[in-house]
Nanobody, 123 residues
Framework: QVQLVESGGDLVQPGGSLRLSCAASGFGLDYYAIGWFRQAPEKEREEISCISINDGDTYYADSVKGRFTISRDNAKNTVFLQMNSLKPDDTAVYYC????????????????WGQGTQVTVSS
């Protein structure tokens, strides 16, 4: 069974950091591009970062560029999202997903999703 499981979400103060993890089971992450998406209440889901099978090919939305870093550990079959300088606007449920292709961006309409992890940035 193909499954993605996100973890690492938490309540953090503005300016703080978190590292999210996306662990895969049932398939090897190293064959596919993996995207991180987020959805805040009453907002549309947006892709904020993506990493292709060629690790030099990454994508960041303007809203997170310079603050978030995506990486992958193929040995652990896990993709990470390091989030620094967090802002209240980063509050959302974060999801990882793949559409089965090797390049970014991930097509959300074709994607397989995890259950999400909640990130709340608040003082």
């Amino acid at each position: 069974q193909v499954q993605l499981v996100e973890s690492g979400g938490d309540l953090v103060q503005p300016g703080g950091s978190l590292r999210l993890s996306c662990a895969a089971s049932g398939f090897g992450l190293d064959y596919y591009a993996i995207g991180w998406f987020r959805q805040a209440p009453e907002k549309e889901r947006e892709e904020i970062s993506c990493i292709s099978i060629n690790d030099g090919d990454t994508y960041y939305a303007d809203s997170v560029k310079g603050r978030f870093t995506i990486s992958r550990d193929n040995a652990k079959n896990t993709v990470f999202l390091q989030m620094n300088s967090l802002k209240p606007d980063d509050t959302a449920v974060y999801y990882c997903a793949t559409d089965g292709y090797s390049a970014c961006p991930v097509n959300a309409d074709l994607a397989s999703w995890g259950q999400g992890t909640q990130v709340t940035v608040s003082s």
